[in-house]
């Protein structure tokens, strides 16, 4: 497969350089071909800008949106976003690799999302109409690729438990996987997480890298979260709720997005990615 | 009330600009003092840089919590964080407005968090015991001020209903209010949410705008989220798991943290913060 890996942290000596050197040789002794979009090392602009638009007249109010749609239909992007979107389709898969910080992803990968995931592109693709609500939420121009989070926590991992006060760690990044990865087409495999990272020693490195070993060489085997379909009939339209008979009946939450409920979704624990409703 | 605005838009002419001078005058009519924090007007650096910490020596290795923590103590911050740190300190409430780009605040609002929330300051603050996992989560450096998210979407209501599509607006907005605003100790009012803004006419703008002035009049008295205390008896250290017996039986996620469940969450339907376990 052809891999692209996106990574967010500003410290060549990290954790997470490492980490990241550890997943790039299993995927190349694996027979994969790997790029890598080093967002710091390549001074990656974080936010939108106005200075995006190229096409926008000086006069002009930056509408997002409209911006967004009119640069990517005149290939008009700029040549840093323009490079991004033609590695995203070069890839078979795209693995994004952060920190969490503030329970979010930095705020130069965030803007690496935000400038690189255009209108036509990764959202505004498909019809509209009262079966069909745009090519979306497992439909899109990334269809038929996978994706992946490895990310770090310094917080242990009972906090980020079913119960732990930091909120379920598939909750907190589903918006991620579901609302960034899963949008525009992508295949979303459970994330790869190592808590407590400020206190791994070398000692607890070489465990950790091992776990993200075999992760790596099962990326193109490992059944995907199985996300329901927005066009698929599970959901009505144009309310696009679930349907009622669907989900643990009373069940709210993002858990009700995953097909079979959400102990599918946990990392490693999903078996299958058939709907047993 | 001194009020602190963090306003985070590329467009002066745009909605949210419209929104965020309603919000202004509003308060201002009120007797409240107003400062903001316009950071694309002010050029404000989205990504935390070594750059950040200047007692760093050059050959050091950038660990992020460990030079955040060296910095805040030595006051050798840089001067933009500094003042940001001194605005908050200031300020009796704390609002932050932005679109949601892509389920979450735009990389520059992100990156101010991020290069603010210094350690010692927003986090890292109190002891770590049996009894006691640090001032977070209902305490800590903010204590006694509240916040409030002031925040605009394209997409329409019923997908951020309970069983839409994008997940509920208080699952996807938890991240930032529990994990970012209560965490340091802010009392969290439900958010200002403005939906399907892209056909926001002027017809609708100004019922919009009446809704906004009404939760700036309440600001002081609109009860905040029941989040739940982390050192107050609701969790057990240092698992910090919410005990067994508190929240619905068999619940997870997000809602779990609101005393007396998801419902007191609701924007407007917040009529008290008593916990009813």
Do not use: C
């Not at 803007?111 to 036509?120: P, Q």
């Not at 990764?122 to 079966?131: I, N, Q």
């Amino acid at each position: 497969m052809k891999i692209l890996l996106v990574y967010a942290h500003p410290e060549p000596r990290s954790l997470n350089a490492a980490l990241r050197d550890v997943a790039i040789k299993e995927l190349e002794d694996q027979g994969h071909e790997v790029r890598v979009s080093d967002l710091y090392a390549e001074a990656w602009q974080s936010q939108v800008n106005r200075a995006d638009f190229p096409l926008l007249a000086p006069d002009a109010r930056l509408v997002v949106v409209a911006a967004s749609k009119e640069a990517f239909e005149a290939d008009a992007l700029t040549p840093d976003v323009s490079a991004e979107i033609e590695k995203l389709r070069w890839a078979d898969a795209l693995i994004l690799q952060f920190p969490i910080w503030w329970y979010a992803m930095p705020a130069i990968l965030k803007g690496w999302v935000d400038r690189v995931f255009a209108y036509g592109f990764a959202y505004g693709v498909g019809e509209h109409s009262d079966k069909w609500w745009g090519d979306r939420f497992g439909q899109g121009t990334l269809v038929g690729k996978r994706a992946m989070l490895i990310v770090t926590t310094g917080g242990w991992e009972e906090h980020y438990g079913a119960r732990g006060i930091n909120g379920p760690i598939d909750d907190l990044l589903f918006p991620i996987n579901h609302g960034i990865l899963y949008y525009p087409g992508y295949d979303v495999l459970p994330p790869f997480v190592a808590y407590r990272v400020d206190g791994l020693d070398a000692g607890g490195f070489e465990p950790t890298a091992e776990r993200l070993r075999e992760r790596m060489r099962t990326l193109a085997t490992t059944p995907p979260i199985p996300y329901r379909q927005q066009n698929g009939g599970d959901y009505l339209i144009p309310s696009l709720h679930l349907r009622p008979e669907l989900g643990d009946p009373g069940a709210t939450g993002f858990g009700l997005h995953v097909a079979g409920g959400r102990n599918q979704e946990a990392g490693g624990a999903a078996k299958s990615n058939m709907s047993v409703d």
